[in-house]
Each structure stands twice: as C-alpha cells, then as structure tokens.
C-alpha cells in the first residue's frame, strides 16, 4: 500500500483522507493533540510539529510527507528533507508563505498585485508606515495569524498606539486597508511536471475574518475574471516549483483583483469541490504529491458552503435541506472554532439560493 504521511491532523488532514482511502492510499498523521480529528482516518502519531525526530520517524516508509497546516515549522520540513524524504509542496513554499512580509515582495516580485504594504520592526516604523499608506490601514503580524487573529484595522490616528500595544513586540507587516468589493480565491493544483489545473474562482464572506460562506463557481464570473484570478496564482506555482494545491485569497475591487495571502495547502474556499467538482481538491492535492495524473477541476453545478462555527447546528435540519451535505469534523465546540460545513449543490443557481438561504438560516441559528 502506499503510506502518505501528514504533518497536522485537523480537518484537513481528515479530508485528506477520506479522499485518498478509495485511491488505496494510508495514511499516518502527526499532530500534539491526541484527540486531533484525522485520527478517525489513519495512524495518528502525537507529537509537537517541531519534534523533528517524531517527524521522521512518521516519515519512515512513507511514498511522501505533506502538511495540513501552514504553521509546520520549516525547520521539520527540512530536516525530513535532509533525511532523504519527499516533502511536497516543497518547503521554500512554507516559508513564503509563513510571513506575510515575504509573502507580500513574492507577489509583488512576481508582478501579482497586492494592497499597498510597508515593513513595520518598532514603533517609530509603524508612525512612518502610516505616514507612508495613510489611514484606514491593517496592522497584522507577520508570522502566525490565522482566522483574523494577530491583526487590527486603524481607522483613526488614536488607533495606532492600542494596536502597537496589542501587537507590537514582533515583526509586523502594515496594509494599506482595501476598499473591496468582495472578496474571491483561487484554489489551484500542480504536478509534478509543472502543469497547473486551477478550480473555478469563488466568492467568500467573512465574519469576524473567519471564512463563513463559499459559493462556486464566484457568482457573475465570466472568463476574464477568471482568467484575471488564475494569473494570480499560476506564476507563483510556478515561482515556488510548487507540487500539489495550493489557494490564493482575493480582494475584488471592482477595478481589479488584488492577491491578499497564500495557503500553500488545501483551502477552507476549496471544500465545496469534494461534492461541487469533477475531482475534489483532496483528491487532486493527493493525486499531485504521489506523481499520479491530476483529475479535472471543473465545476458539476453551482455549489455552496457554509462552515459553523463554536457550536454545532441541527444536523437533522440541515438533512432536510436537499442538496445539502453534511461534514462534521467530530471537534468538541469551543467558540470561533470550526467544528463542521455544508455543502449545498443544485443543478441551477435559483435553486441553490433557495437551498443556501435554508442552511444559511440553520447554521446562523447556532452562531
Ligand atoms: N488590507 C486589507 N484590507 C481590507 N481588509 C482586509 C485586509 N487584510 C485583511 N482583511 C480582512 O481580514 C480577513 C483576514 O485577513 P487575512 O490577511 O486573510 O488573514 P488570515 O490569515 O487571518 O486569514 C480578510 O479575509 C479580509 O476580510
Ligand atoms: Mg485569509
């Protein structure tokens, strides 16, 4: 059998491998916690992620060594690869992706444009990084933030000194702040032989900068948009010698699209393509590290995904709701935790607005 073997083991890993058990593959996850959900899907060893030695010791006999989480120190990904084992995506892209500020010149380098941003190390950096961008502007650090966590809008100049109190200490990052229409991503997926198969680009709503709601394919997405979308993410795969999937998040200002971050990882964005498209992002993600050919990206129907989040909504109504699929990552509730989606799926957009207005009503119901 072939062994893959996850650095992390969240709900991500878990999709992992609900995708790849019908491709024959195994699976061995490494994630601190031993309650982490990807153990209901393969051996799950528990160790801290920067516990080298654990990682190679759950890299031993394995085809290849992928992560689920952006926060895999580079350092255990290196070391795995000193050790002679196939680490995909490669590490280069963790690190990238790791901090915003490199992030950031890596578009920027790559002619991919991006918010306005400037480098801020101490507190007379972020006076001269708002004299620069002007005010409103989003202070975020650059290393470990997720779900909105480790950033703050400054609106107004008596901002700027409880937002260094709350963040300072660290390297920063400062933003000028988007105006944007909506926000879209690009989920996209590399093989080995550098050839690129992007999904369609979708819509997503944030509250309190946690992902809530996806609909695929980007209501009113026409080929330039999606064209526009793609050149956001294929140069960088290409840049980065990628292999596997990978998501760009979007800012949509009306006038253009802006690349706002990467996740060098399946995507939050990407989960309606489990029942939405011809081949999920798990799968193709699996099918990419393991050298097989890609599966196609392209959408069945319009689809929609609402995540909960810190509590879980009726499960019978939801089931109710036809079209509607049901994955729940069997997390104990906390709040602001993502415990579980939907998926809607229809064989026209007015039936899957009907459908996302009832599960929209459920879930908010917990929420
Ligand atoms: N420069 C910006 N201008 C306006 N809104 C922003 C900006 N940066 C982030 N946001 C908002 O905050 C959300 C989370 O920020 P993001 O940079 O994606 O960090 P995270 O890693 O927490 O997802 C974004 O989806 C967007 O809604
Ligand atoms: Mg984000």
Redesign the pocket.
Known sequence: VTLVTVLGGGQLGWMLGLAGLPLGVRFRFVDPSGEATARAVGELVVAPLDDADAARHAASGAAVVTYEWEGVPATTAEALVTAGHRVSPPVGALAVAQD?LAEKECLRRLGIPT?RFTAVDDRAGLDAAVAHLGLPA?L?TRRG???????RVLRDPADVDSAWAALGGVPLIL????A?RR?LSIVAVRDRDGAVACWPVVE?E?RD?ILRVTRAPAPGTDHAIQAQAEACIRPLLDELDYVGVACV?L?DTGDALLA??IAPRVHNSGHWSIEGAETSQFENHLRAVLGLPLGSTAARGPAAMVNWIGTHPDRAALLAVPGAHLHDYAKVARPGRKLGHVTVTAHDPATLDERLARVREIVSDCS
């Open positions: 915003r918010a989003v975020k933030g997720y779900d909105g966590k480790g950033q933003e000028a702040f988007v944007f926000e997503n944030h900068a998040e800012f706002n971050e």
